[in-house]
């Protein structure tokens, strides 16, 4: 409790001085040893605030990272579509292919038919006559063959060309989408584009608030940050940004805000709830 009244009261003065003594900070801030404890609060909230900034550029670049992932999905299921039609229609120039192969057999057979029966009318013996007759029905029995092999194309034909009806509907399904898809894609683009510039302004207001090695740091931390985190607060006692336990002391000195503490495990800068919950705060006051 006595705790917290501390806190407010410091912010008071923190607060004042920020209004009076602007410059005397920023003088102040150029030899890091004797930086007011003020300041150092002040410097906090600013990154506080930056990494909130850029937090939500975060989601937005996010966002609009995911939707052309979903516009390409959609290409290649288009792509894809188009080669089984492509396919199948090469399927079934080959199946017309075979079916005048076969009508050709047919055709040989039925010469070869015509043949034999000529010759049956000048045969000398019997035997000749029943071996062209055997020859005459094997003939028929291939031209038989061949019919039934062309009708089997034939339906393969008709199950190929129902396939591609099929893909033609679901091809058109997938294109609908895929024009949705890309006008969303324009707008949302168009959208976070106006935003994001709105909020890299309010940065830049921000960063001339952090002095240069900080802000440095600050930049270098949250490249390297997976999850852009540069500025985190304790949670149950652990770091926001890779959980690893801080002791007690160090905590305190993360709550008293005196110097800049970074934590030991990743790097990233501490920055205490109770200060953020009291800019907030004092900006409710100035809005209501
Ligand atoms: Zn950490």
Redesign the pocket.
């Known amino acids: 409790m006595a705790k917290k009244k501390e806190t407010k009261t410091f912010l008071k003065i923190e607060k004042t001085a920020e209004l009076d003594n602007t410059e005397t900070a920023e003088l102040k801030s150029s030899s890091e040893e004797s930086i007011e404890e003020t300041t150092i609060a002040q410097r906090l909230l600013s990154l506080y605030n930056l990494q909130q900034l850029w937090s939500k550029i975060d989601k937005i670049r996010v966002i609009r990272g995911e939707l052309p992932n979903e516009v390409r999905d959609l290409e290649d299921a288009l792509e894809g579509m188009q080669t089984r039609i492509t396919n199948y229609n090469e399927d079934i120039q080959t199946l017309k292919n075979d079916i005048l192969g076969e009508e050709h057999k047919m055709k040989d057979s039925e010469t070869l038919i015509k043949r034999y029966e000529e010759q049956q009318s000048n045969v000398r013996n019997n035997r000749e006559y029943e071996s062209l007759t055997k020859e005459i029905e094997y003939q028929k029995l291939e031209i038989q063959v061949a019919e039934k092999r062309k009708g089997k194309f034939l339906a393969e034909i008709e199950t190929k060309k129902s396939e591609i009806v099929i893909c033609e509907e679901k091809l058109k399904e997938i294109d609908d989408v895929l024009q949705q898809k890309k006008s969303e894609l324009s707008d949302i683009i168009s959208d976070t584009e106006k935003e994001e510039k709105e909020l890299l302004k309010k940065i830049g207001e921000y960063k001339s608030k952090v002095n240069e090695r900080l802000l440095t740091a600050f930049e270098r931390i949250r490249k390297n940050a997976r999850n852009g985190l540069a500025v985190?607060q304790i949670d149950r006692d652990a770091?926001g940004?890779?959980f690893?336990t801080i002791p007690p002391q160090k905590q305190l000195d993360i709550r008293l805000h005196k110097k800049i503490i970074v934590?030991e495990?990743?790097g990233?800068i501490f920055v205490d709830r109770q200060l953020i919950e009291s800019q907030n705060a004092d900006k409710q006051d100035v809005t209501s």
């Open positions: 985190v770091c940004g890779c690893s934590c495990a990743c990233r």
